[in-house]
């Protein structure tokens, strides 16, 4: 079965540290998002990119938080500098029209 | 815009017992589709089911089962004769259109108790 890779799967680092986080979507699609969880928030939109082209990252705070498509087979979300109330599991998702969208494992993400 | 709700916070069940998971959704689209994912404690989120709106048959995938009813806007989930790997949080989404984010609800913590 084709799934959405996430790495790393845990990170934990110290504020002010730049995170990366690397998703390969499943081959074909041509959406990928990013989304967040957390307990207050629950699951929430970060950005989503279709054919590669950055279309919402409304989500995203703009000052630190950055999303990217390097080619069709790589997204990277980065966070420069963290902060505590990053902490989050960080899921990436892909999908194409009409179809489910399917999640990686996530990155649990831990900023002391 | 699109919302979801899944009132239901935590529901504990004794193993073999019936449970039902609702979900509330509110779109202004006509046509939409809706869904489901389980996240266990493992953490990963597991596509359940996709429905489209205009397709108001009920669907049955072994002990899982979906009732829709555009009706009265639910979308709810029934597992019949749970068992203690059934144990996770279930989630109902619904995205904004088409091939677009997903809306999820806050999720139910289903606890089957052995």
């Known amino acids: 079965d084709a799934r959405v890779t996430q790495t790393p799967r845990h990170k934990v680092t110290e504020m002010g540290q730049e995170v990366t986080m690397r998703c390969q979507p499943i081959?074909?699609?041509?959406?990928v998002f990013w989304y967040r969880q957390t307990m207050m928030q629950g699951l929430e939109l970060l950005a989503y990119?279709?054919?590669?082209?950055?279309?919402?990252d409304s989500g995203m705070p703009k000052d630190r938080f950055s999303a990217e498509m390097p080619d069709a087979t790589l997204a990277t979300l980065k966070i420069q500098p963290s902060e505590p109330r990053d902490s989050a599991v960080y899921f990436c998702?892909?999908?194409?029209?009409?179809?489910?969208?399917?999640f990686g494992d996530g990155t649990r993400l831990s900023i002391l | 815009a699109q919302k979801v709700t899944q009132a239901q916070t935590e529901i504990s069940v004794v193993e073999k017992e019936d449970v039902t998971l609702d979900c509330v959704y509110e779109?202004?689209?006509?046509?939409?589709?809706l869904f489901w994912y389980k996240q266990p404690p493992s953490g990963e989120l597991v596509f359940l089911i996709r429905?489209?709106?205009?397709?108001?048959q009920n669907e049955i995938s072994g002990r899982y089962s979906w009732n829709f009813q555009k009706s009265t806007s639910s979308f709810n989930f029934t597992i019949t004769a749970s068992q203690v790997v059934d144990s996770a949080v279930y989630f109902c989404?619904?995205?904004?259109?088409?091939?677009?984010?997903?809306?999820f609800g806050k999720g139910t913590r289903l606890s089957v108790i052995a």
């Open positions: 998702a892909s999908g194409d029209f009409g179809q489910p969208q399917h």
């Open positions: 081959l074909g699609h041509n959406t």
């Open positions: 990119f279709r054919n590669r082209a950055p279309l919402d």
């Open positions: 779109t202004r689209d006509t046509t939409y589709y």
């Open positions: 429905r489209n709106s205009f397709d108001e």
């Open positions: 989404a619904l995205p904004r259109s088409g091939n677009t984010p997903l809306v």
